[in-house]
């Protein structure tokens, strides 16, 4: 199947925002800008639409779910809310947590992402199907009740053939790899300062 995408280009040509556009400000206790933020990980969204089936909507709608609690709030107050961690205090602050719940449960939505793409990347014979179900073990898993399992677990085994994936992120294989690498280990640095905040004092209500 020929790629979407003009000659030399690829996926992540296409996104409105990438990981790697994310500001973190290492001079401000590595905050991280929250449009931005949620204008990348609406992006990322696109990935599910890559893989093809429709075992994903249900991922898929979690995020953007998710996305919107965020946004909303931003939206409600956004001198209070221009990095995700201030977002989360003043929330906390006003006696609410909707969208502090949402940026936990994004959070681990994207940690099951990266968490499979990095073992795919690693691992050149891995099919996605196994990198899948291991990220989802890993991740959202153990906070998933026995109603939506297997609805995640469906959606894990129906992943397209690892070769069918990358020709679908684009033609030069090379380039697919080089910029999935970039995305990913922003993705992945943006995630450990969430993560780690998230695990903190200040966002517990």
Do not use: C
């Amino acid at each position: 199947m020929a790629s979407p995408y003009p000659p030399g280009g690829t996926f992540f040509n296409t996104l409105k925002k990438s990981f790697v556009d994310v500001p973190v400000d290492a001079a401000k206790d590595n905050a991280i800008s929250t449009t931005e933020f949620l204008d990348a990980t609406e992006s990322l969204l696109g990935l599910f639409d890559v893989l093809g089936s429709v075992a994903f909507t249900p991922v898929k709608s979690d995020m953007g779910g998710n996305i919107k609690k965020i946004r909303d709030r931003q939206l409600a107050a956004p001198t209070l809310s221009g990095t995700l961690q201030d977002l989360v205090v003043n929330e906390i602050k006003e006696k609410k947590h909707v969208a502090t719940e949402g940026l936990l449960w994004l959070s681990r939505g994207l940690d099951f992402t990266a968490q499979a793409l990095r073992a795919n990347l690693t691992n050149g014979s891995e099919e996605l199907s196994a990198s899948f179900r291991g990220a989802y073990s890993n991740t959202l898993k153990p906070h998933h009740g026995f109603l939506i399992k297997p609805v995640f677990s469906a959606a894990m085994s129906a992943t397209p053939y690892r070769k069918d994936f990358y020709k679908k992120l684009g033609d030069d294989e090379k380039k697919v790899s080089e910029e999935l690498e970039q995305w990913l280990s922003a993705l992945e640095h943006v995630l450990g300062v969430l993560k780690g905040f998230m695990a903190s004092k200040a966002a517990k209500w």
